[in-house]
């Protein structure tokens, strides 16, 4: 196991230290950030980030245009592994209720190298989803004004950065308010697919796409493969993924040792009831094999039920997609302020982007960082952004389950934690699978990212690991 470095809790009455008054790099204990949340607020803001309405909507539709009616399988499928990933983090973050997340779990557990390369993937992962989803606005503001999809994707991850600089609890309730409108969204595209059904509960398991990309309404069909499933899980895996959002929110949640566990569980539960029911009313409700795959959901919402709903569901999906954005960069900010707080950049850089502000203790250079370039990268080739996604998230997966199998050892067997049932066959399954899905991605993608993982290897043997004393230093709050 790495070093790791435990810090005292910031109560609720100390006081943030102002940037003006902050030492030099090492001359004062970590930095914490103040625990204001519960379940409730934790599970609003992991659902937000999970964004079931939005994936739905940007992201779903890509799959129908690969997969047709076996979409909904395969997210089914993907949700089914999400358990046992789920299982490991709520075990792991209860271990370690750090804003790093994924990586301060697996530095502590599987050592130094491989949380840094944990850390590679959360962060292509972290800077990388914002935007996806932030460019689906477009489409949505539609009924209302034409925009193009990258300067809409933009100007919602600027908005999501300016909210994502305000107090955390303030957050939770405007992340919220707008969960109610994308869940209500959800909600009446299933009522509408199940009450138009063109074919039976069948449908859902006879694995067909309609062939030449569903141009045309009198094509022909294809079947749709077990291997081509398995590629799509890369997929199903990263619309199903935000629930470890809770994890990274750990350091702020009161009581972690109990609050992450349901957090995580009990937002898995809802994103995976919030998103397949609607996949599987819009499996059977589409006109036909060639509408399903071409995923234009919102002319199938026209055809239902007219102009008027479809232009309701459109501005919902908008304010999801906005959502969103919001706790996505509340979260990487917290990942790129606790990188940085344990040291994993050269002096100057770690200690500005530990910064926090002194009125709402929000992490704020790093808040800036994480959405300003995200507004850039929405103007990159969108099928790239996919693909490199689906691969980052299903090797960060698999190192998580490695750590999980890690995690028993020693003292650690004997700590105060939620423990998951099953263990140790859960990560070991996963391991197994995950491995197997990854193995099964488009070159170019994997080529991409571990063109990425290989440069920060380089990036560890060179300077962090020769600096091990000083740098990448992982620290748990107690």
Request: charged content about 10%.
């Amino acid at each position: 196991m790495t070093e790791t470095l435990h810090t005292p809790p910031q109560t609720a009455a100390a006081p943030v230290v102002p940037d003006s008054v902050q030492g030099a790099e090492g001359a004062q204990a970590p930095r914490t950030l103040k625990r204001s949340i519960g379940v409730v607020g934790g599970t609003l803001l992991t659902l937000s980030c999970v964004t079931p309405a939005s994936t739905l909507f940007v992201v779903v539709p890509d799959l129908f245009a690969t997969l047709g009616t076996a979409t909904a399988l395969t997210i089914a499928i993907g949700a089914l592994l999400c358990v046992g990933v789920a299982f490991c983090y709520a075990e792991l973050g209860t271990l370690i209720p750090s804003a790093g997340g994924e990586y301060a779990m697996v530095s502590t557990m599987a050592g130094r190298l491989a949380g840094w390369l944990v850390f590679v993937l959360s962060l292509l992962v972290v800077m990388i989803v914002p935007p996806v989803i932030a460019m689906g606005t477009a489409d949505y503001l539609a009924p209302l004004v034409h925009i193009d999809a990258r300067y809409a994707g933009a100007g919602v991850m600027v908005l999501a950065t300016l909210a994502g600089l305000l107090d955390l609890r303030a957050n939770a309730w405007i992340t919220g308010v707008f969960l109610v409108l994308e869940v209500v969204a959800a909600a009446v595209v299933a009522v509408l697919g199940f009450t138009h059904a063109e074919r039976g509960a069948g449908s859902l398991v006879d694995l067909t796409v309609a062939s030449g990309s569903g141009s045309g309404s009198g094509g022909g069909t294809e079947a749709v493969t077990a291997l081509l499933i398995v590629s799509g899980l890369a997929i199903a895996l990263f619309v199903t993924q935000g629930f470890s959002t809770a994890v990274y929110l750990s350091e702020e949640m009161e009581d972690p040792r109990r609050n992450v566990a349901r957090t995580v569980l009990l937002t898995l539960g809802i994103s995976a009831v919030v998103l397949l029911v609607p996949v599987a009313a819009i499996t059977v409700g589409a006109p036909d094999l060639a509408a399903l795959t071409r995923g234009d959901i919102g002319a199938m919402v026209e055809g239902w039920s007219g102009s008027g709903v479809a232009t309701f569901i459109s501005l919902c999906v908008a304010l999801a997609i906005i959502n969103a954005g919001i706790v996505m960069v509340i979260q990487n900010s917290r990942v790129l302020f606790a990188s940085a707080r344990d040291k994993a950049w050269p002096a100057p850089v770690n200690t500005v982007l530990s910064r926090l502000g002194s009125r709402f203790g929000s992490p704020w250079v790093a808040t800036l960082l994480v959405g300003v370039p995200g507004a850039g990268l929405c103007f990159v080739n969108l099928d790239t952004l996919y693909g490199v996604t689906g691969v980052s998230v299903t090797g960060m997966y698999l190192l998580v389950a490695v750590a999980a199998l890690l995690g028993r050892r020693g003292g650690r067997s004997l700590a105060p934690a939620w423990r998951m049932p099953l263990w140790p066959g859960v990560p070991v399954v996963l391991i197994a699978v995950l491995a197997y899905v990854l193995s099964q991605q488009e070159v170019a993608y994997l080529l991409w990212t571990g063109g990425i993982v290989g440069v920060a290897t380089l990036y560890w043997l060179c300077y962090l690991r020769p600096r091990g004393a000083t740098r990448w230093l992982v620290s748990v709050p107690e």
